[in-house]
Structure formats: structure tokens, C-alpha cells
């Protein structure tokens, strides 16, 4: 009986030993999951992987362009992040001439370097827990009242953090669903620079198709530079500017890797939310993402068609179409995995299990059933909000248009002084809109979403009278000719695409002529409805459910307050460690945790939309010229690898480190079996699929030529034997 007991405590430990799940805050490694990390492989000190007074690994991991992660590898301030994260610098800096999207680029001096604007990159200066301030300050207070006050207590110690002057930028970050608060301070760079690319048919290779999927094949890098200001500060782009010394940066393995070694992916994972209840998972797979899904599908249908007839609309529109294909992909994969695994029935025994432990605790009893209520109020608009920001807004010209509500609502209310600040702005976006718009695919899009809107939302929430003029004008409307005429007008009449009537209405801003306007008309008819009547519902749905969130979690905490817990991720640093680890993704199936060269070549279809290769590629390929870069047993080329690390979108371009911390690869996907992961981490089959650095270098230097790149890195190379 005894050994029983001793056998059950030892399965607990080592589970949690195991487990590796978890995307930690680097600067609170708790004692327990630094040593986890140890027993797990890792060779360096707390101090290594986290310090504030020293260089540590956290000073080589960078927030970058604002929704990935990028890290610095030389100390000129050379930046390695995915493709992908830099596509739209790549997209703005090809034309059809220079086409470094599709080519590639490598700058062969620091003068050849393109500067991309709007990037920026944030070093991580310091973290403070600023809970008890606004704890205090909203102390007393509940409901709507409490979140006001936690607001403005966040907006002003972001402002005390922060100094505009000196690009020091400040953001308070609410984890355990305002449980705790913690002020993340950075140092924001401005001047950014485009160093290297492979073309895209390595950088991308596979597209869409091969998107969220093992086994994978693409060589998904970039490189980019921080440049500071001659004295040392962070600055916006001059052509003065130098290189950043950076305070830290990664050595490069190239003594490749093998099944079950350490893998640790520093990074900034955008958002997860794994205290999602049952009924959240419910609207998920009832609603929100097979509605999400069904709007993208028209908007990506119709932006191929033109994409692929034309290599202009191709850059044109790449990067707005990469964006909206990946989460397409993402939501439709992650109800099948909900589903799959049930984990709607699972948070149901969860809530169960609380429900017991709260049934005599006021604080917390109602919780659930509260909760229900506030999904069953909401329910019935939801649909729709999904339809105005997918469908409706989904429209480029649409989402332009009513992006000039602001001037109308300044016009009728005849506040002058804000309506030059207002034009000036509406006529910068105006330009930009121009540059990215593709006129015949957002026709077709405004066509077929204004009538899906007409045959899927509830009769009652339609804007009054709108469909009723259209079938006035345009005849009956259950046909689909009725919407494309009604499209065709509003493009055609509109003065968003006539210079002289828009130059007109700028120098004589008059609200009359932008009501009138048929563009804006559509767009705003959708908005006020939606404004005037549903919103309300929604915040109040919001704000209902953040609470209840609030509360829901710091029951959980209190009915097991000795679990260790890792915070829900919010695109704030953090660490998750693991192992190179192959899997069995179905019965009878096993997956290897590497792909190589062959398997690029196995896939190559000549002049395909995804799976084409430069010819320089195959030519190396086939001579198997991969010098040291090669794996010698395999007589090959490793170009992906992956492990069980916990991570999500916002890491990509994330280090994946070794034991030593050395990078050895990228991280930049997860694998379809695995799409429920924001939801809920599955230890069996989560994985992260990272391009291995050895192909990174590899394409640099081989298949680039640009040994000038590689000439900045710290390798570190196989000891020879
Ligand atoms: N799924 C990847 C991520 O979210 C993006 C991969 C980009 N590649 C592509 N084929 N869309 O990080």
C-alpha cells in the first residue's frame, strides 16, 4: 500500500516535470520551473536567461513591427525574424523591376540596406508589479465602476512610465485576467533597415497549403538591422544613423540537433486564453469562427483571382491577403480540434468541479450561471458584429469609407477647428488606400457580402430601408446580378476614386455632399445601425464577461493556490522550454522532428503558385553542395525541425535556443493538430515548427551569396574530431 502511495507521489512529480506546458514571464522563473528547465537539459544560470543589471539572453529578444518577435545576432544590431514578419517591408521595397519579394534581396553593404518605414523594434528595459496601485485605486468599487477606475489607474502609470522624447514607451499589462498588473518598459528604435530575404518561393514555400502543417518545408527568415543615433540613442530614420551595439547577442549553432535534445523559444506570444469557459467554446464553434471563416472565404476568392492574373496586384495585395489567409485557416482548424478533442465537455466537468467548491462561497457561486446569462443575452447579435468587421469592413473601399465617419460626425456638428486636422488625415489615408486598392476584387467583394448580410442576418437588425432602396433600384434581392449592379454604381459614383470631386470636397468639407456619397452611404448606413442599436450589447456583454473572467480565475487560484501557474499570454516576454520531439499524429502514423532538402525537392511542382523553386536551389539541391552547413549522417540538408515548446502567434521569428542558448532555429508556425492551443495546450500533440538556422545560413550564403552576413554571426561549429 505504501509503495503505492510513493508511486503516485512520483508520478505527480515527474508529470510536472514533463509537462511543457507553460509560457512563463522570464524575470519571475519561479524556483520550481528553473529547475524543471534544468532537469530538462538547460546549461545556463537564472542570471543567464534573465537580468536586469547584466547582459542576459532577455536583451537579444526583440517586439518586432508590433506583432512578432525578432532577435538580435551581431553586435551591429543584425536582426534574424521570419519572412513572414518582415513580408510587408519586403512587399514595399519590390517593384516589378525589383521584384525582392519574389527574387530575394541581399544588401552586400550596410549602403544597400532599405530603410522600411513604419517598423520599429522594442528592447525590453524593465518590469515592475504595479498590482497593489491599482488595486488601491479601484478599491471599494465593482462592475463597470472598478473597470474605469483600473483603466485610468493603467492609462496614468503608462504615462508616468513612458518619455515620448527619448522613445521610451510604457505598457501596463493586466495577466491572470486582471488578476495581477505588471508595467512592461521599452526602448523603442524607429530606423529599421531590410538586410536579406530568400525569394519567396523558399521564404514561403508551400503557401497556404502547407500553412499550419507538419511536415513543412519552408525557409521562412529575414534579416533586418537597428540603427541608432550617431550619439547612441534610439532615433527615428536618419541616413546619419549607425548601427546599434547591442547590450547582448545570440551565438548561432551549427552542430545541429537530435530527437529529445533541450529546445527553449524566447518571445512575444499574443494571446492565448486557457481559462476559456464552456460557453466561450460554444459561440466559438456555433458562431464567431464559421462565420469568420465563410466572409474570408468570398474576400480571399476574389482577391486571388486578380492576384494571380497580375504580378503588380500580386505585391499589391500580398501582404493584406497573407494576413487574412492565416487566421482564415487558423479558425477553421481550431473548431475541428475543439471538437475533436472535446474540450467543450472537458471545461464543462471543470465548471463543474468549481461549482462545487463555490457553492458556499457568496463571492463566487453565481459566477457560472451569471456567466450563461450573459453569453444567452449576447447570443443573438453576435453574428452580426462578426459580419461588420469581417464582411462589411471586409470591404478595402468600405473600410475606408467609414473611416470618414469622424468627418461627418465633425461636419454636422460644425466644430470647424477639428475638420482640417481631420481632412489632412482622411487625405494621407486616402493616398495609401489608392496605393493598396484593387478595385475589381473589392467590387466583387462589396457585391457578395452585401448579400450574404441580406440572406444570414436576422431581418430585424437590418439597417432600415437600406436593402429596400436597393431592391428599388436594383430589383429583386435573393439575385446576386442585383448586388453586382448596385456595386458597379457605388464604384463608379463614388468621389473616394475621383480626384477632382474628392479635391473638391476637401477644399469644401460639406457633410450633405459626403452623406450623399454612395461609398460612404453603404459604409455608414451598416455603422450607425450597428452603433445606434447593438454595440451596447456588446460592451455590456464585454465588460460582463471580463469580470466574470476575473472572478472565475481568482476562484480557480484559490481552490488550488499551490499549483504553479503561468500567466495567459498578452504579447509580453516570455520563455517556454521543451524538446526536439517527433509525434504520431494519427493511428499508424509517425512524423520525424526534421524535414530536409529532399523532401523540398519531393515537393517542387514547376511554376506553381506554392510549391516552385528558384532554379539555383535545385541546381545546389542536386549536387547535395550544402557545406557546413550539411548534416553528415543524413548526406542532407535539415530545413525544419520541431518541438513540443508552448507558443502562439506573436512568437514568430521567436530564438529557438539550445541548451547553451545558442540559436538553432526560428520559430514560426504550429501544426494543425495543435490549433486548439490558445484554448488548451495538448501535451501529446502540440508542436512548434521552426526553420532550422543551418538553412537559414545556408540560403544566405549558398543560395545568396551574401558571406557578408554571415561573416557578422558568432558561430559555433562542431568540435572536430
Ligand atoms: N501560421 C504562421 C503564423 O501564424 C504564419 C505562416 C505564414 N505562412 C503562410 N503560408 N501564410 O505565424
Not at 536618419?238 to 524566447?266: C, W
Request: hydrophobic letters at 35%.
Amino acid at each position: 500500500m505504501k509503495k503505492f502511495f510513493v508511486t503516485i507521489a512520483l508520478f505527480i512529480i515527474t508529470f510536472q516535470v514533463f509537462a511543457d506546458e507553460g509560457m512563463w514571464l522570464p524575470m519571475l522563473l519561479g524556483e520550481q520551473v528553473y529547475n524543471n528547465m534544468v532537469l530538462r537539459g538547460l546549461k545556463l544560470t537564472k542570471e543567464q536567461l534573465y537580468s536586469i543589471n547584466k547582459a542576459s539572453i532577455k536583451d537579444a529578444v526583440i517586439i518586432f513591427g508590433g506583432g512578432c518577435t525578432g532577435e538580435i545576432v551581431s553586435n551591429e544590431g543584425l536582426i534574424f525574424t521570419n519572412h513572414h514578419c518582415g513580408y510587408s517591408a519586403i512587399t514595399a521595397s519590390s517593384t516589378i523591376d525589383h521584384n525582392y519579394l519574389r527574387d530575394g534581396f541581399y544588401a552586400k553593404s550596410k549602403q544597400e540596406e532599405i530603410p522600411a518605414q513604419g517598423l520599429y523594434a522594442d528592447f525590453l528595459l524593465k518590469i515592475e508589479d504595479v498590482t497593489k496601485e491599482i488595486e488601491d485605486s479601484a478599491k471599494g468599487s465593482a462592475g463597470d465602476e472598478r473597470a474605469a477606475k483600473v483603466q485610468s489607474a493603467i492609462t496614468s502609470i503608462n504615462n508616468r512610465y513612458s518619455d515620448a522624447a527619448n522613445h521610451v514607451i510604457g505598457r501596463v499589462s493586466s495577466l491572470f485576467k486582471a488578476n495581477q498588473f505588471l508595467i512592461f518598459v521599452y526602448q523603442r528604435y524607429n530606423d529599421i533597415r531590410l538586410v536579406g530575404a530568400p525569394p519567396e518561393s523558399v521564404g514561403k514555400f508551400g503557401g497556404d497549403t502547407d500553412n499550419w502543417e507538419w511536415p513543412r518545408h519552408t525557409g521562412d527568415f529575414s534579416i533586418f538591422r537597428v540603427y541608432m543615433s550617431k550619439d547612441g540613442k534610439a532615433s527615428d530614420y536618419s541616413p546619419e544613423d549607425v548601427p546599434l551595439k547591442p547590450k547582448y547577442f545570440l551565438p548561432v549553432s551549427i552542430k545541429g540537433i537530435k530527437d529529445g535534445d533541450f529546445a527553449m523559444i524566447y518571445g512575444y506570444p499574443g494571446g492565448t486564453n486557457r481559462y476559456e469557459t464552456s460557453f466561450g467554446i460554444k459561440q466559438k464553434i456555433e458562431i464567431d469562427n464559421p462565420t469568420l471563416v465563410k466572409l474570408r472565404d468570398v474576400r480571399l476568392k476574389y482577391m486571388f483571382e486578380e492576384m494571380k492574373k497580375d504580378p503588380s496586384v500580386k505585391l499589391q495585395l500580398a501582404p493584406s491577403y497573407a494576413g487574412i489567409a492565416n487566421y482564415w485557416k487558423f479558425y477553421d482548424g481550431e473548431s475541428k480540434q475543439l471538437i475533436k478533442y472535446h474540450l467543450y465537455d472537458q471545461k464543462k466537468i471543470a465548471e463543474q468541479k468549481f461549482q462545487q467548491w463555490a457553492q458556499d462561497k457568496p463571492e463566487f457561486q453565481n459566477i457560472l450561471s451569471d456567466w450563461q446569462k450573459a453569453y444567452d443575452a449576447w447570443r443573438a447579435y453576435s453574428m452580426h458584429r462578426v459580419y461588420i468587421n469581417e464582411g462589411i469592413l471586409g470591404s478595402p473601399l468600405m473600410a475606408f469609407a467609414s473611416s470618414l465617419q469622424q468627418i461627418e460626425l465633425a461636419l454636422v456638428k460644425q466644430n470647424g477647428g477639428d475638420i482640417k486636422k481631420l481632412m489632412d488625415a482622411a487625405v494621407a489615408a486616402r493616398k495609401n488606400f489608392l496605393k493598396s486598392e484593387n478595385k475589381i476584387s473589392d467590387q466583387n467583394i462589396l457585391a457578395t457580402i452585401t448579400m450574404m448580410y441580406y440572406l444570414e442576418i436576422d431581418k430585424n437588425q437590418r439597417p432600415v430601408g437600406l436593402y429596400e432602396s436597393i431592391k428599388g433600384s436594383y430589383g429583386d434581392l435573393n439575385n446576386e446580378d442585383t448586388y453586382k449592379k448596385y456595386a458597379a454604381d457605388i464604384f463608379a459614383n463614388t468621389l473616394i476614386f475621383d480626384d477632382a470631386k474628392w479635391n473638391a470636397f476637401v477644399a469644401n468639407p460639406d457633410a450633405t455632399v459626403l452623406q450623399s456619397d454612395p461609398a460612404y452611404a453603404h459604409a455608414s448606413a451598416y455603422l450607425k445601425n450597428w452603433q445606434g442599436k447593438y454595440i451596447s450589447f456588446f460592451q455590456q456583454f464585454t465588460a460582463r464577461n471580463n469580470e466574470l473572467g476575473r472572478l472565475y480565475l481568482k476562484g480557480i487560484i484559490q481552490m488550488d493556490p499551490k499549483k504553479i501557474r503561468y500567466p495567459d499570454a498578452t504579447f509580453t516576454m516570455r520563455v517556454s522550454y521543451g524538446n526536439v520531439k517527433s509525434y504520431n499524429p494519427r493511428d499508424a502514423v509517425h512524423y520525424d522532428y526534421v524535414c530536409t532538402m529532399k523532401g523540398v525537392l519531393e515537393k517542387y511542382v514547376p511554376g506553381n503558385y506554392e510549391f516552385d523553386l528558384p532554379a539555383k536551389l535545385i541546381d545546389l539541391a542536386n549536387k547535395k553542395d550544402f557545406g557546413q552547413y550539411g548534416d553528415k549522417q543524413r548526406n542532407d540538408l535539415v530545413v525544419t525541425f520541431i518541438t513540443n515548446n508552448d507558443i502562439t502567434g506573436g512568437n514568430s521569428g521567436s530564438p529557438v535556443l539550445n541548451a547553451n542558448g545558442e540559436l538553432i532555429g526560428l520559430a514560426f508556425d504550429g501544426n494543425y493538430e495543435a490549433l486548439s492551443h490558445k484554448i488548451a495546450f495538448d501535451p501529446v500533440y502540440n508542436r512548434t515548427i521552426c526553420v532550422d538556422i543551418r538553412y537559414v545560413l545556408w540560403c544566405i550564403d549558398k543560395l545568396g551569396g551574401a558571406s557578408n552576413i554571415i561573416n557578422e554571426l558568432k558561430l559555433v561549429r562542431p568540435a572536430v574530431k
